[in-house]
């Protein structure tokens, strides 16, 4: 009986040394180690970051430690640690443009300045089993140098569109008020986009991802083109008022993606290009891609479209992408609910015995 | 029960003080203004959403080193996620805990108000999953904040009248939604209808926090609360043939237990204070014993085992 009437205490913590042993699995095998999983888990660090809303690449790997890789439980760790810290300050807003490139391309360019750079990617992988790598037998990994580094100039897609006065154009809100935080305040609609990139980037990948799928397929209007995909490392910086000038704190891996749609115009706009934004810490490609769909998407509103489909609805996306509350509510059902059960069984058996007396008069009224 | 010592790593009630002043005014807003749901900046909780976060923050905002917590679900203190709350509450603040109903200065509880009736300055915090009673009828949160804005609850009432059309009854048996000084249809929480009426009037304060969807709201002491009902269909509580089987009350919220596979059962309190406390004053149920030998109780307990 898991809600004795007394005796929870102890079988809570019994839960909390078998949830211990379990983790640990076969004590025979080695321990995995934090560093281990940082090195070579980089993606699910990267994910679990995201969701987590924290750069911490250490506690990342520790979150998947502590949680048997599960991403989502180990989100809730980052979140629940993040929200204790203090705060000193805001950074200088990071440059992408500036982003040290590891990978960088565009769909809409054949070549473009800067040139396309593949970088590490799974794309062109063929998805075979690398059985070596179940015998530990990997050989050391060697990628060999390009004979040529990378032009210095990187211009963002957008920027070379938004010169001809073909992209839609992106200002700042007048006086470039310090954007709004989620985890300090809490969200009201019709929220801003600064609410809603915030939103996104904490966003589950896989609700994002199915949503900017249903977009691609069909429930939704927008036909998108990758305008540039980049990941690298960005320099972020903060200007301490003791010192009024920049400091640079280090640097962190983001993914940006710039979706370039198609717009029709209307009566006051000329027809243009509409973008889509996404950025994710670490290396996220489907998390960055998804999330400026999902943007372009959501400005139906701003766009006089017709909101028609889940992923054009704001109050949808935004309050139901985020996986730690969902999970929360969902597994919450675990939770004894035996006081509502006991009325609802009431009023059931109340009903179903009126029913059966009206029926029985009925009867003897017919006979 | 261990009394844990308060967590040096943490700040006293958790929640550092700036985020608890914050939590404060938006108490204070929901105070002045009964029923009406005020947003406010819900922070990251180390207990998951959905599990009383919401509740867990507003005593956090009010605890006190001389406060005296107890902790309920389903009515009962023993319950998992009380136990989880309460061994929380102890780690953070080391504040003392009861379990006894008029020793608390503040009750956090999730779907039952205790049967004991509240004093003045005593403060029932409550867990609320869903703090808009109008959510079920409209989704978007801007169509329901205009919906109270403009008093305009006529959808409510049809909803409940087409219960009435289609079973005779408002099959509505928890969560049921109620005026509060005749202004803002609020949701009481899923406290089973039966606790609605101990809304109304009541001498202490009632806080309600809901931590994923960052609103709190408030019944200030002596408030009007009202169940929506009709003239003609006027709002009952439920009601059971037997007595508790164990302190055989017959004014108290009773939970089904099933005591065999073959379809045996016994009804016992929900409210397990309550009922201790009558067993320790001689009222003895007629299934006691059989509940003694299932384990269900402690043999020959006391009022409590926590004071």
Redesign the interface.
């Known amino acids: 009986m898991?809600?004795?009437?007394?005796?929870?205490?102890a079988?809570?913590l019994a839960t909390h040394d078998l949830v211990a042993e379990e983790r640990r699995g076969d004590v025979s095998v080695p321990e995995i180690s934090v560093e281990q999983i940082r090195e070579q888990m980089q993606l699910s660090v990267a994910r679990v970051m995201n969701e987590g809303s924290l750069y911490d690449e250490d506690l990342g790997a520790l979150a998947l430690k502590q949680t048997q890789g599960d991403l989502i439980e180990a989100a809730?760790l980052m979140?629940?640690y993040?929200?204790?810290l203090?705060r000193f300050g805001s950074s200088v807003p990071v440059d992408t443009a500036t982003m040290a490139i590891r990978r960088r391309i565009s769909a809409t360019y054949k070549d473009l300045p800067g040139g396309q750079v593949l970088g590490p990617t799974y794309d062109y992988t063929h998805r075979l089993f690398d059985f070596t790598l179940m015998a530990n037998g990997e050989h050391a990994p060697a990628a060999t140098a390009a004979d040529h580094s990378l032009d210095a100039a990187m211009p963002r897609v957008p920027d070379i569109l938004g010169d001809e006065g073909l992209m839609e154009a992106e200002v700042p809100p007048q006086h470039d008020p310090r954007p709004f935080d989620l985890?300090?305040?809490?969200?009201?609609?019709?929220a801003g986009r600064d609410v809603r990139l915030q939103t996104l980037s904490r966003g589950d990948e896989g609700f994002l991802l199915g949503l900017a799928y249903s977009v691609q397929r069909g429930f939704g209007g927008n036909h998108p083109f990758a305008g540039e995909i980049r990941m690298g490392e960005v320099a972020v910086s903060f200007v301490p008022e003791e010192l009024g000038f920049e400091i640079d704190l280090g640097e962190i891996t983001l993914t940006e993606c710039q979706m370039v749609n198609q717009f029709k115009g209307s009566i006051e706009q000329p027809p243009q290009f509409t973008r889509g934004y996404g950025l994710a810490f670490g290396h996220a490609e489907r998390k960055a891609m998804s999330m400026a769909i999902i943007d372009r998407s959501l400005k139906a509103r701003e766009f006089g479209e017709a909101a028609e489909y889940p992923a054009q609805q704001e109050?949808f996306v935004l309050?139901h992408c985020d996986n730690?509350?969902a999970?929360?509510?969902?597994?919450?059902l675990k939770?004894?609910?035996?006081?509502?059960f006991?009325?609802?069984?009431?009023?059931l058996r109340?009903?179903r015995r009126?029913q059966k007396e009206r029926l029985a008069e009925r009867k003897e009224a017919a006979e | 029960?261990?009394m844990l010592q308060h967590d040096p790593d943490?700040n006293f009630g958790y929640l550092?003080e700036q985020t608890k002043r914050m939590i404060r005014r938006a108490l204070l807003k929901a105070v002045a203004i009964p029923g009406y749901q005020v947003?406010?900046?819900?922070?990251?909780?180390?207990l998951?959403?959905?599990?009383g976060?919401g509740g867990i923050q507003i005593t956090a905002a009010l605890i006190g080193p001389e406060d005296r917590l107890k902790v309920i679900?389903?009515?009962?203190d023993?319950?998992?996620?009380?136990?989880?709350i309460r061994?929380f509450f102890a780690r953070v603040s080391g504040v003392a805990t009861t379990e006894e109903t008029s020793e608390a200065s503040i009750i956090q509880t999730?779907?039952?108000i205790p049967e004991k009736p509240l004093d003045e300055g005593q403060i029932l915090v409550y867990q609320v999953?869903q703090p808009e009673p109008l959510r079920k009828l409209e989704?978007?949160?801007?169509e329901t904040r205009k919906m109270h804005a403009w008093a305009e609850y006529g959808a409510m009432h049809v909803r409940l009248y087409e219960d009435i059309a289609r079973?005779?009854?408002v099959?509505t048996?928890?969560s049921y939604p109620v005026m509060v000084n005749d202004r803002y249809v609020m949701s009481p929480t899923?406290?089973?209808?039966?606790d609605n009426p101990k809304m109304d009037d009541m001498p202490a304060l009632q806080l309600f926090g809901a931590g994923?969807e960052?609103?709190i709201y408030a019944i200030p002491p002596y408030t009007k609360v009202k169940s929506l009902d009709f003239e003609d269909h006027p709002f009952t509580i439920?009601s059971?043939t037997e007595p508790c089987a164990l302190c055989a009350a017959t004014d108290s919220?009773?939970?089904?237990v099933i005591t065999d596979d073959h379809g045996g059962r016994m009804f016992v309190c929900?409210d397990?204070s309550y009922c201790e406390d009558r067993r320790a004053k001689g009222h003895i149920g007629k299934e006691l014993a059989v509940a003694e030998a299932l384990?269900?109780?402690?043999r020959g307990e006391g009022a409590s085992h926590d004071a």
Do not use: C
């Open positions: 898991y809600v004795a009437v007394k005796g929870g205490e079988a809570i809730f979140r629940a993040r929200t204790t203090p985890t300090r305040d809490p969200v009201e609609f019709p109050e309050y730690v509350e999970s929360g509510f969902v597994e919450h939770l004894p609910h035996y006081v509502d006991q009325g609802e069984l009431e009023l109340k009903i009126e | 029960m261990t943490y550092d947003p406010f900046g819900s922070r990251e909780m180390p998951a959403r959905g599990w976060t679900d389903q009515g009962a023993d319950t998992t996620n009380a136990v989880s061994r999730r779907h039952r999953p989704p978007s949160e801007v079973f005779g009854h099959a048996t928890y899923p406290i089973p209808k039966f994923r960052k609103r439920q059971w919220y009773l939970d089904e929900s397990s384990d269900y109780v402690d």
